[in-house]
């Protein structure tokens, strides 16, 4: 049974060469693209395929499947385990990944050695979840992030040169870090197994300052604040199932790396540091979202302030909010992966970017039909209204954050700016087709193919069930979350009172505020020039880099003190 | 001392990133930086023993065992191969990239670079002459 762990590794790797290989067809074929493409998708649903045997250990509890590489016993070899949280989050990567290529796919315009790429990403993504060797993950992530790096210079515009370098120096950096703090720990427990790790002791001091530089490293790639500076330029700039892919999957395994760290080391300190930082993380992010009037950066802000929502729930630590921030980490997965894909259709609909620009065209709810459902059950998942998944993963986290007055209050206002940010972006299909005076045709509107609408609705139905069966959903997840050592056996949430009057009050007011929110912004005068102002603040590469130490140096400041 | 250097080698490269404008610059100092890593792994580890990790009781019949017990630990090294191997193939994708931009951008200066990409999203609010607020404030008149 343990083989079909390490086939979760070979499958994707063997796709990427087969796929690859589909550069070297005869020049005349055209066929190579579309191949490729086709090897890409039954790869990966072989490997979805691979989960359904190995549920068991992924749904039921059972003790982790260790599948030791080569043979070597865990001292001196590697292990890869598949526990709960690597089966849960291998669905949904793989499920995201599944969707993004299929739109590629549908894209038709990709060269075979961008599904190679895709493929190596799906690797290092499954090793990272996978593997049980602190070193084996920095290679992995290493991996994962150098096929990033190509996949984003593959966008259209010039401007994704200059986001892949920008992301390759920054996150470069990140992992600097997070070689550090693996030689710290190396110093300090004398293993690379994370088993053998948590049960060696060790300096404490040395261990907290090893886990910071991890959790600098994971969290470059997490994009928190203040190292989120990479991810709008990055996500904005790559092809659409890329972003859809960094969106829905990038950051989540990142992010579950530090989780795993995190639970088996019980840096408590640190959490604490974690549940402010994903606080001004989430009303940061959806500040800096609302006033971009690209579609795409737009997105890629919220991407920055839903992580915040993530990170804050892990940082409260109790085991509902534990149940929460990875019920709201599927969520995001897979209904902002739903977003990019549908603005994506869009945008290769019309050959407009531009939020003011596609208003202009105006009239796409009813051109764009399609799209345009899938593009509404992604908003109102993100602007968590009920019963799409949003309203119950927020909900939990809101009351997973009972006795952190601060936190909570943070999140709901993010909530709110999540509300305004999204009407703002409906308007590209809301706006009502001006009058005939302006010359643009119907004929000018690419209709999206049916395999695209099809990957959409991959991602939309899962998004609706995820909302409409609570109690199931959350019920495994909680069992998931429970696995982290740090909560022991106390009963995860079970989501019973999540349409009490409490959670309704709490969407009225966010609601309210962000229509308020919304009008304020964009049809006042101070609300323009705020906008524009906040447009004109980028971080250049420079000040990136130096909010990353400086992060750094908080970070371990903090942890250290607490 | 040794320690401090390296601390010191890791800070140049850190200056290096932040400072120089020239990408070529900061893929040199990307290097620097890894290569204090690899320096700190290397010379920390060598630090466990006094004699190569070699099985050594061919060699030196009698006396391998004593050897073996003060051989220096061969992980931080065999680790840092990979590391290398991997600093590579991030230099290359980077002076790729360098190139790339070059020829797109015509300057490897980040500044310019990142003046030019701002202006392409219409994002400075005084300078970009059709930027997104004036469609939006159409649709608002209507």
């Known amino acids: 049974m343990s083989e079909l762990v390490i086939l979760l590794l070979v499958v994707p790797l063997a796709g990427a060469v087969v796929a690859g290989l589909g550069a070297y067809l005869p020049r005349r074929s055209e066929r190579g693209p579309g191949l ?17 045997p190995l549920a068991p250990w992924g749904l039921a509890g059972r003790e982790p499947l260790v599948y030791p590489v080569g043979g070597w016993g865990e001292p001196v070899g590697i292990a890869l385990y598949l526990d709960a949280l690597a089966w849960t989050s291998s669905l949904v990567g793989l499920l995201v990944a599944f969707c993004a290529l299929l739109f590629a796919v549908a894209e038709g315009k990709h060269v075979p050695r961008f599904y190679f790429f895709f493929l190596l990403l799906v690797l290092g993504m499954e090793g990272v979840i996978l593997t049980g060797d602190l070193f084996n993950l920095f290679v992995f992530l290493q991996i994962l992030s150098i096929a990033s790096y190509i996949l984003i210079a593959g966008g259209e515009r010039r401007q994704a040169l200059l986001a892949s370098f920008r992301y390759l120096v920054i996150s470069s ?32 001091r040395t261990l907290e300052l090893a886990v910071v530089c991890l959790a600098v490293g994971a969290g470059v790639k997490t994009a928190f604040v203040p190292f989120h500076t990479w991810l709008p330029d990055a996500h904005a700039s790559a092809p659409h199932p890329v972003s859809a892919v960094l969106s829905g999957v990038m950051i989540k395994v990142s992010f579950l790396v530090l989780w795993r760290l995190v639970s088996l080391f019980g840096a408590g300190d640190l959490r604490h540091v974690l549940l402010w930082v994903g606080g001004l993380t989430a009303v940061f992010g959806v500040i800096a979202a609302i006033a971009q009037t690209d579609t795409k950066r737009l997105l890629a802000y919220h991407s920055v302030s839903q992580m915040g929502y993530i990170v804050a729930a892990f940082g409260a630590g109790t085991a509902a909010a534990l149940g929460a921030s ?30 003011g620009r596609l208003k202009g065209i105006g009239g796409l709810a009813g051109r764009l039909p399609g799209v345009f459902a899938l593009f509404l059950v992604g908003t109102l998942s993100i602007a968590g209204l009920p019963p799409f998944n949003g309203y119950v993963s927020k909900g939990l986290i809101a009351s997973g954050l009972q006795g952190r007055a601060a936190a909570y209050l943070l999140i709901l206002a993010a909530g709110a700016g999540t509300v305004a940010s999204f009407l ?36 939309a139905v899962p998004c609706l069930a995820t909302g409409l069966f609570p109690r199931v959903v959350g019920g495994a997840l909680a069992r998931v979350a429970r696995a982290d050592p740090a909560v022991g056996g106390i009963a995860g949430p079970v989501p019973g009172g999540l349409y009490s009057p409490m959670h309704l009050a709490e969407l009225a007011a966010t609601l309210a505020v962000g229509i308020g929110l919304y009008l304020l912004a964009t049809r006042t005068r101070l609300g323009d020039r705020l906008l524009a102002f906040l447009r004109g603040r980028r971080a250049g590469l420079s000040t990136a880099l130096g909010l990353l130490v400086a992060g750094f140096v908080v970070l371990a400041v903090l942890t250290w003190r607490l | 001392m040794a320690p401090y250097l390296i601390l ?21 100092a990307l290097n620097i930086v890894n290569s204090a890593l690899i320096v700190l792994f290397v010379y920390m580890g060598s630090l466990s023993g006094s004699t190569a990790p070699i099985l050594v009781e061919r060699l030196h019949p009698g006396e391998g065992l004593r050897r073996l ?19 590579i193939c991030l230099t290359a994708l980077a002076l790729t990239l360098a190139a790339r931009i070059y020829r797109r951008f015509g300057t490897l200066d980040i500044r310019r670079l990142e003046k030019a990409a701002a202006q392409d999203d219409g994002a400075p609010p005084p300078a970009s002459p059709e930027g997104g607020s004036r469609p939006d404030d159409g649709q608002s008149g209507e």
Request: proline share 5%; glycine share 10%.
């Open chain 1, 424 to 459: 703002k972006l409906s308007g590209i299909f809301l706006a009502r087709k001006p009058a005939a005076s302006r010359g643009r045709t119907a004929a000018a509107l690419r209709p999206p193919p049916p395999a695209m609408l099809a990957a959409m609705i991959l991602l």
């Open chain 2, 8 to 28: 010191a080698l890791f800070l140049l490269g850190i200056w290096g990133l932040v400072r120089k404008d020239n990408l070529i610059k900061k893929v040199i």
């Open chain 1, 326 to 355: 990875l019920y709201h980490l599927v969520n995001h997965s897979l209904f902002k992966s739903l977003l990019f894909l549908s603005v994506g259709a869009v945008i290769r609909a019309t050959g407009e970017r531009d939020i």
């Open chain 1, 173 to 204: 950096v990140g992992i600097g870090f997070f070689l550090l703090g693996i030689f710290l720990f190396y110093k300090s427990t004398g293993t690379l197994s994370l088993r053998l790790m948590a049960g060696a002791g060790g300096s404490f």
């Open chain 2, 69 to 87: 017990a003060d051989i220096v630990d061969p992980l931080p090294q065999a680790l840092m191969l990979t590391d290398i191997v991997i600093g």
């Open chain 1, 36 to 52: 490729a493409g086709v090897v890409g998708l039954v790869s990966l649903a072989a490997c979805l395929a691979l989960l359904i």
